[in-house]
């Protein structure tokens, strides 16, 4: 059956609403209570407007340790009050999920690959709206496989593509693939650019991101349990990315931007490389250096949202 191509963003797809963070689902308003389940929230037992209707920024990355350290970062970048060796996980009633809130910064970790993150930002998309959130912009913080790039460079992404390269998400409803496009804001990816020639610490550029549906296999590694192709075509396929414009390989961007791109919310990919790919399949890079790497999309990030603040020049 041929997909269906969805475009929910009306005839001009960078013409983002400024009002309300909405959602797409006629059902919600008739629902007495919204149970955010994963998030350990409900709009009927929590006051969302009030915990969260100042949020103006929201991280989302795979780990709940880097998340957390995240918080205690971006606390200490806007010069909060306050110890942020003390702040509390307000979804410390699950176990799925950690989220801080830093003024406001919201930080949530989101686990590894599509289902994990898809049911976060379900949920997390529904907080935003439940608390009357304005004008919020989202980033997803992460690291990668380069590809053609040294490892330590910071891609943002231009489009999230799939496997062949495509900039879309399919997502089967119903037995139906209904197809959405990930295309990202470039007027975010561009100002993050700016900013990383500002900290002038490491280097950055913007390109496409592959998502995989895993992280061996999916991604033409040889290394894995299970391995169907040889070395030749595997460095045959990382050059066809190449040329298709792919940086970087992760697993997760093209639902995020898929579904914040439904919503009418932009968005951001930032993410590390951690190895080139056509190097070699291993992470061989020592703790230290690695600990450095993935402290890289938070400082870029963080100046981003300082300058939005305006608490740089």
């Known amino acids: 059956m041929a997909p269906i191509l969805l475009n929910c963003m009306g005839n001009d797809p960078n013409d983002y609403i400024k009002q309300h963070v909405q959602v797409k689902n006629p059902y919600l308003d008739a629902m007495e209570e919204d149970i955010l389940y994963h998030l350990s929230l409900s709009n009927k037992t929590h006051n969302l407007p009030e915990m969260f209707g100042d949020i103006k920024f929201v991280c989302v990355g795979g780990s ?22 003390e702040m509390i996980d307000i979804c410390e009633g699950t176990d799925r999920y950690c989220m801080y809130k830093v003024g406001p910064v919201l930080s949530i970790s989101h686990g ?30 992460g690291t990668s496989g380069g590809v053609g790039l040294a490892p330590g460079t910071v891609v943002i ?3 999230a593509v799939d496997y062949s390269f495509r900039a879309q998400f399919e997502q089967v409803v119903l037995g139906k693939v209904i197809t959405r496009s990930t295309e990202l804001d470039e007027g975010v990816a561009s100002e993050l650019l700016q900013c990383s020639s500002e900290l002038q610490s490491f280097p950055s550029v913007i390109g ?15 290394d894995g349990a299970l391995c169907s192709f040889s ?10 990315a190449y040329e298709a414009g792919v940086r970087n390989i992760e697993m997760e961007s093209t639902v995020f ?16 490389t951690l190895l080139n790919r056509f190097d070699g399949d291993q992470i061989t890079s020592s703790h ?11 400082v870029l990030v963080a100046h981003f949202i300082k300058k ?5 020049v």
């Open 257 to 272: 931007a898929a579904m914040c791109r439904v919503c009418g919310l932009k968005a951001a990919v930032v993410c590390v």
């Open 157 to 159: 992404t231009d489009k």
């Open 231 to 240: 070395h030749e075509e595997k460095l045959e396929y990382l050059r066809k």
């Open 208 to 222: 496409n991101t592959m998502c995989t549906h895993d992280f061996y296999e999916g991604q033409g590694r040889l």
């Open 308 to 312: 939005r603040l305006g608490h740089v």
């Open 64 to 85: 709940a340790n880097r998340m957390k350290a995240f918080a205690q970062f971006i606390h200490q970048e806007l010069q909060l009050p306050g110890n942020p060796e």
């Open 288 to 298: 230290d250096v690695l600990v450095e790497y993935q402290q890289r999309p938070q």
């Open 112 to 141: 590894m690959g599509v289902p994990s993150i898809s049911i976060m930002l379900h949920e997390l998309i529904k907080l935003l709206h439940h608390a009357q959130c304005r004008d919020v912009v989202l980033f997803r913080l």
